[in-house]
């Protein structure tokens, strides 16, 4: 393999977070300072973010058998960048006053951060599986990181059992994969099960469970069980990260093995998404109902949000689509950051317990009048309200819908903004 200039410049936002995670583990290892490790982890990131376009404009290219450098991970990774760095800024307030070591948790965020980025860049389901146990194993530890709260460990193990079980699935799912198309690439495995004709059961087998543990990452309903209680348990800046990042990486490399695996996004597997999306829609917004804390209400509203983004995945294929996904999903991050970062700026400094239930809140204008702000604005956008982000990315999905003919999808859709409006 020949490693050229436009390769490295490619793999920069990789390379620079790869560095700035061994740079922040070597600067723990010499002297534990919360503030010099905190602003060590906040540069790295800006490079990384910055370094963004030189990649998009040196690729696309395939860097390795694994790796690939084009618009699609240019654009998720630097979403995924700009959301990792919300989430360290937000953590520099909030554990100001925990007690124990503050230092390993922005370790722990940019080692997950560089999994994100592998996952979005794998063409490979070996990258793929890579990537995402590297993104996901330090949110074990994150989830958990404030243990001698009984939720925030509670919620932690709860995460770890759940997502090893969904590993195992997505593991068993490849195998079956290989024992039949012989590739583990996702062009090459496209064509093996295109030239096959009729998709075999042990290659339908293999497609459900890797969309399994997929779904249970995206937390799908009926595969979103854990989400509540890892939302509430998990520290407000981890609540953002999970809600965000974690997500938008898996989404984008299910969207990747869509578009290069035709195969998957046919007959069985149409009907299946479609199942998928409806139940989100509809079990997202019903549970918000009767919640009264904020971070539970959250992690049942983003599943909703994914079940309305699986409608544009749905009418896929068509570029239509793709933009339509890339604008909710950019509306989704941005107004969920907005909403987590109020919970943790309200929660800040670290007390033992987050600022989440909702008469944390009452009088909340008296006291921080442009947090209030914030919050009604986020709020205001995930319902959907026209002028902000989440009515734009609502319209957008509507119109996919229509064209596509996804009437249920589009009733659910409609329905499900009419419940959401009640408890946003």
């Given at each position: 393999?020949?490693?050229?200039?436009?390769?490295?410049?490619?793999?920069?936002?990789?390379l620079i977070t790869g560095a700035t995670a061994i740079l922040v583990m070597l600067s723990i290892a010499?002297?534990?300072?919360?503030?010099?490790?905190?602003?060590?982890?906040?540069?790295?990131?800006?490079?990384?973010?910055?370094s963004v376009p030189f990649a998009h404009a040196a690729g696309p290219q395939l860097l390795t058998p694994?790796?690939?450098?084009?618009?699609?991970?240019?654009?998720?990774?630097?979403?995924?960048?700009?959301?990792?760095?919300?989430?360290?800024?937000?953590?520099?307030?909030?554990?100001?006053?925990?007690?124990?070591?503050?230092?390993?948790?922005?370790?722990?965020?940019?080692?997950?951060?560089?999994?994100?980025?592998?996952?979005?860049?794998?063409?490979?389901?070996?990258?793929?599986?890579?990537?995402?146990?590297?993104?996901?194993?330090?949110?074990?530890?994150?989830?958990?990181?404030?243990?001698?709260?009984?939720?925030?460990?509670?919620?932690?193990?709860?995460?770890?059992?759940?997502?090893?079980?969904?590993?195992?699935?997505?593991?068993?799912?490849?195998?079956?994969?290989?024992?039949?198309?012989?590739?583990?690439?996702?062009?090459?495995?496209?064509?093996?099960?295109?030239?096959?004709?009729?998709?075999?059961?042990?290659?339908?087998?293999?497609?459900?469970?890797?969309?399994?543990?997929?779904?249970?990452?995206?937390?799908?309903?009926?595969?979103?069980?854990?989400?509540?209680?890892?939302?509430?348990?998990?520290?407000?800046?981890?609540?953002?990260?999970?809600?965000?990042?974690?997500?938008?990486?898996?989404?984008?490399?299910?969207l990747r093995l869509f578009v290069e695996v035709p195969v998957a996004h046919t007959g069985i597997w149409?009907?299946?998404?479609?199942?998928?999306?409806?139940?989100?829609?509809?079990?997202?917004?019903?549970?918000?109902?009767?919640?009264?804390?904020?971070?539970?209400?959250?992690?049942?509203?983003?599943?909703?949000?994914?079940?309305?983004?699986?409608?544009?995945?749905?009418?896929?294929?068509?570029?239509?689509?793709?933009?339509?996904?890339?604008?909710?999903?950019?509306?989704?991050?941005?107004?969920?950051?907005?909403?987590?970062?109020?919970?943790?700026?309200?929660?800040?400094?670290?007390?033992?317990?987050?600022?989440?239930?909702?008469?944390?809140?009452?009088?909340?204008?008296?006291?921080?009048?442009?947090?209030?702000?914030?919050?009604?604005?986020?709020?205001?956008?995930?319902?959907?309200?026209?002028?902000?982000?989440?009515?734009?990315?609502?319209?957008?999905?509507?119109?996919?819908?229509?064209?596509?003919?996804?009437?249920?999808?589009?009733?659910?859709?409609?329905?499900?903004?009419?419940?959401?409006?009640?408890?946003?």
């Amino acid at each position: 393999m020949t490693i050229t200039t436009q390769m490295i410049f490619a793999m920069l936002p990789l390379l620079i977070t790869g560095a700035t995670a061994i740079l922040v583990m070597l600067s723990i290892a010499i002297r534990r300072q919360h503030d010099f490790n905190a602003t060590m982890t906040v540069i790295g990131l800006n490079l990384a973010l910055f370094s963004v376009p030189f990649a998009h404009a040196a690729g696309p290219q395939l860097l390795t058998p694994l790796l690939q450098m084009d618009g699609h991970a240019s654009f998720f990774i630097g979403l995924v960048l700009f959301a990792t760095l919300a989430c360290s800024t937000l953590m520099h307030a909030y554990l100001k006053n925990h007690e124990g070591n503050k230092e390993e948790m922005y370790l722990l965020l940019v080692l997950s951060a560089l999994g994100a980025i592998v996952l979005i860049m794998s063409r490979h389901l070996a990258t793929l599986f890579i990537g995402l146990e590297l993104m996901s194993i330090p949110v074990y530890g994150l989830v958990a990181y404030t243990f001698r709260n009984r939720r925030s460990l509670e919620g932690g193990i709860k995460y770890l059992i759940l997502s090893a079980a969904a590993s195992a699935f997505m593991l068993f799912g490849m195998a079956l994969l290989y024992a039949e198309s012989g590739a583990l690439n996702f062009g090459a495995l496209g064509a093996q099960l295109a030239s096959a004709g009729i998709i075999s059961p042990f290659a339908l087998a293999g497609f459900a469970m890797i969309l399994m543990a997929l779904a249970f990452k995206l937390s799908l309903a009926p595969f979103h069980l854990w989400t509540p209680d890892v939302y509430e348990g998990a520290p407000a800046p981890v609540g953002a990260y999970l809600a965000t990042v974690s997500k938008v990486a898996v989404f984008a490399v299910l969207l990747r093995l869509f578009v290069e695996v035709p195969v998957a996004h046919t007959g069985i597997w149409v009907t299946f998404l479609t199942v998928l999306a409806f139940f989100s829609i509809a079990v997202g917004n019903l549970l918000a109902l009767n919640q009264n804390n904020l971070k539970r209400l959250l992690g049942y509203s983003s599943i909703a949000h994914f079940g309305y983004i699986f409608i544009a995945l749905v009418a896929l294929p068509g570029q239509q689509s793709i933009s339509t996904i890339n604008i909710y999903i950019v509306a989704y991050v941005l107004t969920t950051i907005g909403a987590f970062g109020v919970v943790a700026l309200t929660s800040s400094p670290y007390n033992g317990k987050d600022a989440d239930a909702i008469f944390d809140y009452r009088g909340l204008f008296w006291r921080r009048p442009y947090l209030t702000a914030v919050l009604t604005v986020m709020m205001l956008s995930l319902a959907g309200i026209p002028f902000t982000a989440g009515f734009i990315g609502k319209f957008y999905i509507a119109a996919i819908g229509v064209d596509a003919k996804l009437w249920w999808l589009l009733g659910a859709l409609v329905v499900g903004s009419a419940i959401g409006l009640f408890y946003y």
